[in-house]
């Protein structure tokens, strides 16, 4: 299975500040198409989790551009530009190339 | 818009079979541009991923190893419904599970409400 490690466990952030969450894949998610298939969630409070990020740095549907993706090798960044308090949950990465699709154990973002 | 509403019991014994179904509304459970996964959450394991099926001209599955002797994910044209069937479940099986549908290659887009199933005596 491929390994997702993300970082930091927990992440307090002031609003207005920007934030930053990595995943490193155990393996490349380089799909034969050029895209890596690793994609974000956001899980708020008391909700199921929710499509932020596709193929590493495409914004889903709706998705505020305050939230953009990189990726380097098997290394991915979760951006946001400017925090805001309806940016609190936990934030998960997932890789969409093999099967079992595999998920980070998560990042909390809460607001100081 | 596309829903996905999940029924089932919320308390399966141990050695049982847990069985869920995902109403699909907004959507075609034959559509050939998606997949239709179950995914569960615990605190122990986090997310999940157990497994999909979609329609390519005919149906395929693909499940996680973890679990692929025990799982079966049926769909239901006539109900536009997914099922899930989990075989000689113990309580390492109580979890939320969702639903959720994946557009192409575009992530998982519609999440189900989730559902808790307890695996208990």
């Known amino acids: 299975d491929i390994v997702m490690t993300q970082s930091p466990p927990s992440l307090p952030v002031t609003p207005g500040e920007p934030a930053s969450i990595s995943c490193r894949s155990s393996q490349s998610l380089l799909h034969s198409n050029g895209y890596n298939y690793l994609d974000w969630y956001l899980q708020k409070p008391g909700q199921s989790p929710q499509l932020l990020i596709y193929?590493?740095?495409s914004r889903a549907s709706g998705v505020p551009d305050r939230f953009s993706g990189s990726a380097s090798g098997t290394d991915f960044t979760l951006k946001i530009s400017s925090v805001e308090a309806e940016d609190v949950g936990v934030y998960y990465c997932?890789?969409?190339?093999?099967?079992?699709?595999?998920f980070g154990q998560g990042t909390r973002l809460e607001i100081k | 818009q596309v829903q996905l509403h999940l029924s089932g019991p919320g308390l399966v014994k141990p050695s049982q079979t847990l069985s869920l179904t995902c109403a699909i509304s907004?959507?075609?459970?034959?559509?050939?541009?998606?997949?239709w996964n179950w995914i569960r959450q615990s605190p122990s394991r986090g997310l999940e991923w157990l497994g999909m099926t979609y329609y390519r001209s005919k149906w395929y599955n693909d499940y996680a190893p973890s679990v692929k002797s025990r799982i079966s994910i049926n769909p239901d044209t006539s109900k536009n419904q997914v099922s899930l069937q989990l075989n000689s479940v113990s309580p390492e099986d109580t979890a939320v599970y969702y639903c959720?549908?994946?557009?192409?290659?575009?992530?998982?887009?519609?999440w189900g409400q989730g559902t808790t199933v307890t695996v208990s005596s």
């Open positions: 193929w590493a740095s």
């Open positions: 907004g959507d075609s459970v034959t559509s050939n541009t998606v997949a």
């Open positions: 959720v549908r994946r557009r192409a290659s575009y992530g998982l887009d519609v």
């Open positions: 997932m890789q969409d190339l093999q099967t079992p699709r595999t």
